[in-house]
């Protein structure tokens, strides 16, 4: 376990620091490094996947309050819109836990590389939301919000890659846009990881010290680490070529990816 909280230790000054320097989600870094850390240390395999992703979001709790008390400060937040889309979020975040907990790991997994491609080719092609003109009715929030809440349970994200792209498209001004989908991150957060430990209460095989499908060492040491170093991150973000440094990010990402790919 020792082993287990330093490189948690580590990889949350890593996870932090990139994203504050990249404005992405820590999952995108901690659940590949988890699954490979969870491995070596012999985890049963039908576990690796699913506590990697439970443990990940768990560690965006805290971060989200974080940030959201940041936005809220610079009266970025547009608290109305983050009420319409919570409700949506919380129901999918926790439908996402049941389907992850329900297919089989290579489908998981798979999900997952899906994920870390899409991410990966439009940092490399430096995509940016196109805005639109209509406003979104209250009917497809909703909807989009249950999209969004099973996507990113599924993948132990904070929701930002899909969140924004979906509030930029209906008229929300990107500061604002990330800003909301900031503080949607915390309902996805909240009710994904309330539904792991939940459905994983009982499970076979769990190692000591996990609550549910949450692995708590990994969740201290993550989360102790990654609090430092984002404003690192986000500092160094004005001083460095961020966007050539995101097409070099992407490669990590595909290697990562193909990684997952062949274990």
């Known amino acids: 376990m020792i082993e287990i909280v330093l490189a948690s ?3 949350g000054l890593v996870a932090g620091l990139l994203a504050g320097l990249f404005g992405i989600g820590g999952g995108l870094i901690i659940v590949p490094i988890l699954v490979l850390l969870f491995s070596a240390h012999g985890f049963a395999e039908k576990l690796v996947m699913i506590m990697s992703i ?3 979001l768990a560690t965006i709790i805290f971060t989200a309050i ?3 008390f940041t936005h809220h400060r610079l009266g970025a937040v547009w608290w109305n819109k983050v009420f319409r889309l919570a409700p949506g979020i ?3 975040a926790a439908v996402g836990a049941v389907i992850a907990d329900r297919i089989a790991v290579d489908v998981l997994r798979f999900i997952f590389i899906a994920y870390l491609f899409y991410v990966g080719i439009h940092m490399a092609l430096q995509t940016k939301p196109k805005p639109g003109r209509a406003e979104a009715s209250k009917f497809l929030d909703f909807f989009v919000a249950v999209c969004i ?3 990113s349970s599924l993948v132990g994200i904070g929701g930002g890659t899909l969140t924004v792209p979906y509030l930029v498209h209906f008229q929300a001004p990107m500061r604002n846009a990330v800003a909301i989908s900031s503080a949607c991150g915390l309902p996805i957060a909240v009710a994904g990881t309330l539904s792991y430990a939940l459905l994983g209460w009982n499970a076979e095989q769990l190692p000591k ?3 549910g499908y949450v692995y708590l060492p990994a969740f201290v040491g993550i989360l102790a680490s990654s ?3 984002a404003p690192i991150g986000a500092r160094l973000a004005n001083k460095l ?3 050539k440094l995101k097409r070099y990010f992407s490669l990590l990402i595909f290697v990562m990816a193909i990684k997952l790919m062949w274990r």
């Open 9 to 11: 230790l580590l990889l």
């Open 209 to 211: 010290w996990s609550l």
């Open 90 to 92: 919380m129901v999918g």
């Open 149 to 151: 809440g099973i996507m």
């Open 54 to 56: 439970a443990t990940s």
């Open 66 to 68: 974080s940030s959201v």
């Open 241 to 243: 070529p961020a966007l």
């Open 227 to 229: 609090m430092l170093t």
